[in-house]
């Protein structure tokens, strides 16, 4: 639906959340056998204010149709949780390296509701470069995995391209420096297959090598020797293979959820949901939505053993 448009629509996606949500609870329930129902966690935000909406009203509905309490949930709080989803759960405190479409951070997790943002993307996050950089290599939308998938076929010692601010101190990422080498690689290279392999390739070390380096970076700073990797682009092979290999190298263990708890699930809103079940509350809920919240304002559920 949005390919041809080159990214997310707000306003179709909105339409489409409005059209298709309510049958998809009906189906999961049906699918679970019609379990009981304690609570309902819905995602608050931060986001696209118009989708979040839709979320939050059905939300409220159901809470009041079903009579049950309703808590809205922190998007990058489920991905930070979300690997205690596998039965290889990580102990606290971790690193969390959270990388997806929207957003590019590094966060202390010391346990439920206690997280430190240790630096994050000054401009794109690093899966706008990613969809970015493919819609300039021809490949359509969405682009990462079509990036990914052609980079597999090239040299990625092809380009030089930079390795931004690693020779700075700090956590913070930047990424609009290796967009526009991308650009010029493009306008430079000959329009062959080979060429825009070596060009995909070429970007995503360079993606790789940054994140990795600034993971190890953090681990050092911090103490901590439990790495986990969550968001969309936590999906992608390169980056696991090469965070894989720098924590044998270096000595600390990596945990990566499985793909479909990688991208946006209801799974991780639900675990989210369910560790700050005390904050529920009986009574009609509002349709609450923030397209902003701070992940530093979040604190610890109140409920001895979920705090870690």
């Known amino acids: 639906m949005h390919a041809e448009y080159g990214g997310v629509v707000p306003e179709l996606a909105s339409r489409d959340h409005i059209r298709k949500l309510l049958p998809l609870v009906d189906q999961v329930r049906r699918e679970a056998g019609d379990p009981l129902l304690t ?6 935000g931060p986001g696209l204010m118009g989708a979040l909406l ?3 009203s ?24 979300s690997p205690l989803l596998e039965e290889a759960a990580p102990e606290f405190p971790y690193i969390a390296l959270l990388v997806s479409g929207g957003h590019t951070l590094l966060v ?53 391209f930079p390795r931004p601010m690693l020779k700075r101190p700090g956590l ?23 060429a825009q392999a070596d060009i995909a390739a070429s970007f995503q070390q360079a993606v790789v090598d940054t994140l990795v380096n600034k993971c190890l970076r953090a681990l050092r700073g911090e103490g901590v020797r439990r790495l986990v990797v969550a968001g969309g682009v936590g999906a992608n092979q390169a980056l696991r293979g090469g965070l894989a290999e720098a924590g044998q190298a270096h000595g600390f263990e990596t945990f990566f959820p499985r793909q479909a708890f990688c991208t946006d699930n209801a799974a ?15 009574g009609i809920a509002s349709a609450e ?15 001895a053993d979920v705090v870690g």
């Open 39 to 44: 609570g309902i966690a819905y995602t608050r």
């Open 172 to 194: 913070d990422f930047s990424f609009s420096g290796l967009k526009t080498a991308v650009m010029l690689a493009v306008k430079a290279a000959p329009h062959s297959p080979a």
């Open 289 to 303: 939505a923030a397209a902003r919240w701070s992940l530093d304002s979040l604190r610890p559920p109140t409920t």
């Open 268 to 282: 991780m809103i639900a675990l989210a949901g369910y560790l700050r079940r005390d904050e529920m509350r009986p």
């Open 108 to 160: 202390r997790v010391d346990g439920v509701g206690r997280y430190r943002v240790l630096g994050a993307s000054l401009d794109d996050a690093v899966g706008e470069a990613f969809d970015k950089s493919a819609k300039m290599l021809g490949l359509g939308y969405p682009g990462g995995p079509a990036l990914a998938a052609l980079a597999a076929q090239g040299n990625p010692a092809a380009h030089a």
């Open 58 to 81: 059905l939300a409220a509905g159901l809470g009041m149709s079903l009579s049950l309490p309703v808590l809205g949930v922190h998007h990058m709080e489920g991905h930070l949780l």
């Open 54 to 56: 839709v979320g939050a």
